[in-house]
């Protein structure tokens, strides 16, 4: 089982350009959360997609927006970047009821 | 508003020594609780959780937290610390009735420092 897998490991992108950064669900999970997390910080929620739908969505602008696909990967884009975004994202999957959260080792992004 | 709270930015422990890294949370109902492990440039690890039962949850590696309902914490703890513990530590709550759908409420970390 090779877990959750988010790739790319790290991008460097320029300000105002657009990012999208993937995630592969460890097997058998169907919901896929995001998170980012700033240096010294913990993680924020994004957002969160079951069923190919976002279900739910943390204090993030319009600029974040996501996708899941019927394999259940999902991705997240990120608009007009700014220096801010700059941060570790985290993707989590989960199956059922009350069950724990599993994360990938995060794509971390820079922007200069 | 719910909120998970870790008071201490870094907690210093002699290896051998116990440690307690602590966590309250404030949240309508009876929360799920959580706790990750984070090493460096690298994603959250799963250690435990409280979701109802026992209030002394046993987890990975050998940690353990205890809930209290009426202090509203969750403290994570550990008979014996190793070197290797040194890590950051993150505590979550997810609000009751929300599941799998419910997103982590996370504090900002506390970081623990084994010394040999």
């Known amino acids: 089982d090779a877990g959750v897998t988010q790739s790319p490991t790290h991008l460097i992108k320029t300000r105002g350009q657009q990012v999208t950064l993937r995630c592969s669900p460890k097997?058998?999970?169907?919901?896929v959360s995001w998170y980012q997390q700033a240096l010294g910080q913990g993680p924020q929620f994004i957002f969160q997609?079951?069923?190919?739908?976002?279900?739910q969505r943390g204090n993030f602008p319009d600029r974040f927006s996501g996708h899941q696909f019927p394999n259940y990967s999902s991705e997240l884009n990120v608009n007009a970047l700014l220096l801010g975004d700059s941060a570790l994202y985290l993707c989590?999957?989960?199956?059922?009821?009350?069950?724990?959260?599993?994360f990938g080792q995060g794509t971390r992004l820079t922007v200069v | 508003a719910q909120s998970v709270a870790q008071p201490e930015d870094q907690v210093n422990v002699a290896e051998g020594n116990p440690l307690t890294v602590k966590c309250t949370y404030s949240v309508s109902g009876n929360p799920y609780l959580f706790w990750y492990v984070q090493y460096p440039n690298r994603g959250l690890q799963f250690l435990l959780k409280?979701?109802?039962?026992?209030?002394l949850v046993k987890g990975s590696y050998g940690f353990e937290a205890e809930f209290n309902k009426s202090q509203t914490s969750f403290h994570l703890k550990k008979p014996s610390a190793l070197v290797s513990d040194s890590a950051l530590y993150f505590c979550?709550?997810?609000?009751?009735?929300?599941?799998?759908?419910?997103?982590?409420?996370f504090g900002k970390g506390t970081k623990l420092s084994v010394k040999p």
């Open positions: 989590a999957s989960s199956l059922a009821l009350v069950t724990e959260a599993f």
């Open positions: 979550a709550v997810r609000a009751p009735g929300e599941g799998s759908q419910g997103n982590l409420i």
């Open positions: 097997s058998g999970h169907d919901t």
């Open positions: 409280y979701i109802t039962g026992d209030n």
């Open positions: 997609y079951y069923e190919e739908e976002e279900r």
